[in-house]
């Protein structure tokens, strides 16, 4: 039988639904359990399917910070992790930073406002942002690069928070505020240049 040319196609059988996995996992210190497909970045679960949006997407490639969470205390780029490898892990994301400072380090909320960690009230009071897209990625890093302990002077913080990128250029004041939480100090500011002595024509 010679097949008919204008007939149309036998429909392509679906591909079978992929299983999506079941993951328990802690969130700014709430407990949740997801179903998630095994290709979730843990970026897009925390935006997605927590509605956590303080932490941003902004290159996926693991190249600008912006996505910096901390995951059971350590700095993780969270467009690079899938979710399923975090499983009963213990995330902090910006919303939670607060939650993290102990009492006696936390500052007093005015009325009305949120209590802040202290590196978040140091942002504030260096003026450590602009456009602010990357400040969420920049102080869960700073946070991040407390908990390491590695940092023993300005250059030392300025190295370890390379990793996140502003694209506004608020790197002196977002280096002060993570000195004076990390550091307990103020970083020097470097050496400005003389002003060029104007030359006079002999007479």
Avoid at 114 to 136: E, K, R, S
Wanted: aromatic content about 2%; hydrophobic content about 40%.
């Amino acid at each position: 039988m010679i097949p008919d040319p204008d007939a149309l196609p036998a429909p392509a059988a679906a591909p079978p639904a992929m299983q999506r996995l079941a993951i328990h996992l802690t969130v700014n210190g709430a407990e949740h359990t997801l179903h998630i497909e095994p290709w979730v970045s843990l970026l897009d679960l925390l935006r997605e399917h927590l509605h956590l949006t303080g932490t941003k997407k902004g290159c996926d490639h693991g190249q600008c910070g912006a996505c910096t969470v901390l995951v059971d205390g350590e700095r993780v780029l969270s467009c690079l992790t899938l979710g399923v490898m975090r499983a009963g892990c213990a995330v902090t994301t910006v919303e939670g930073l607060a939650a993290l400072a102990p009492p006696a380090d936390s500052t007093p909320p005015a009325p009305g406002t949120l209590a802040l960690h202290p590196i978040q009230a140091a942002f504030v009071q260096h003026d450590a942002l602009q456009c602010g897209y990357c400040t969420p990625g920049q102080l869960c890093s700073a946070v991040g690069l407390m908990n390491e302990g590695q940092a023993r002077s300005a250059d030392d913080v300025r190295e370890l928070m390379s990793g996140n990128l502003c694209r506004c250029g608020a790197y002196p004041q977002i280096a002060a505020a993570v000195c004076q939480v990390a550091l307990g100090v103020s970083p020097t500011p470097a050496p400005t240049r003389p002003a060029a002595t104007a030359r006079t024509a002999a007479a």
